[in-house]
């Protein structure tokens, strides 16, 4: 591994520790100001916090995407790049299907285990299709990315 | 497309991983080059020519 992406995967542990850090922080101060009789909108701080942790988090996966693709030599770019196309576009497809399927009547009587928290609420079903369509363009992705460099060897 | 690559490496005697240094690309990627499944870009071919001091034409073929 060369030093730049060895420097590029550091800083990426090293903002995740340190996001943790600012966020375990930011329970104690909450928590102490509580505990001092400060009245605090616990479910706005919540949700503030949160937001701002999420943007954090997102905002810097892609800067380390970027900083990583610009690491890699063109083979590896444009495997990626495959990867992305293909394997996404594909995941998106096998997704595009159980959307459709789920407006087919009885589709409303499928019973699915809640997962989050235990939740059956509509943001809670929201999150498990967002989920689930991630969780198939990256499984796409990932055999497609795969594939490129097998067919490559 | 057709290349040379692994004809001109071994006369210099040059393991994948010395290629791969002199391009600054990845082993895989000249492994990838040598087998002819993946055709570089033009800036990448312009780099091999240099390395091996040849014009792109004697070093890939159609």
Redesign the interface.
Known sequence: MTTAKRNILLGGLGAVVGLLAVSFLGGIVVGYLEASGVRIDLRASAFWIILLVAIAVMAGSLVIGALWMRSIDEAAREAHKAAWFWGGSGGMAAGGVLMILSALPGAETIALTPWLMGRTDPAAWMATGAFALMTLMLIGYGVVWAWWWLTRR | MNNHLKALRAERDWSQAVLAEHL???R??V???E?G??D??LP?AFRIAKVFGQPIEAIFTE
């Open positions: 600054g690309v990845s895989q990627t492994n990838a080059l087998t499944r993946y570089p870009s990448l």
